[in-house]
């Protein structure tokens, strides 16, 4: 059974940083792709980044050169260091796997495994 557990998330100030982390139980992280979702209240959630399991990195378009995700596999972590933080990066993020065999996907769904989310909130 894959267990994902995130953490890092607080409060921040806009233009603060935030790193969140990914831990995977149950599997080597190696052997996952890895995204990262968020939702905001009354919003969708949405993909913000991915990462394959050979480290091929993806990300959603608003977040592009604010966020860097990474691995580091031999202590089963992913990252989501965040900067540039802006009130409407405010959300719950969410870290999910899907399997290495399976092309790495910007759509919540495909994934297979999630965590149970942490909270970011950035104030103006």
């Known amino acids: 059974q894959v267990q994902l557990v995130e953490s890092g998330g607080g409060l921040v100030q806009a233009g603060g940083s935030l790193r969140l982390s990914c831990a995977a139980s149950g599997r080597t992280i190696s052997r996952l792709n890895v995204g990262w979702f968020r939702q905001a209240p009354g919003k969708e959630r949405e993909f913000v980044a991915a990462i394959s399991w050979n480290g091929g990195t993806y990300y959603a ?60 909130t950035v104030s103006s």
């Open 61 to 120: 378009d608003f977040v592009k050169a604010r966020f860097t995700i990474s691995r580091e596999n031999p202590k089963n972590l992913v990252y989501l260091q965040m900067n540039s933080l802006k009130p409407e990066d405010t959300a719950v993020y969410y870290c999910s796997g899907r399997d290495f065999g399976m092309p790495t996907s910007r759509t919540g769904s495909d994934y297979a495994y999630w965590g149970q989310g942490t909270q970011v």
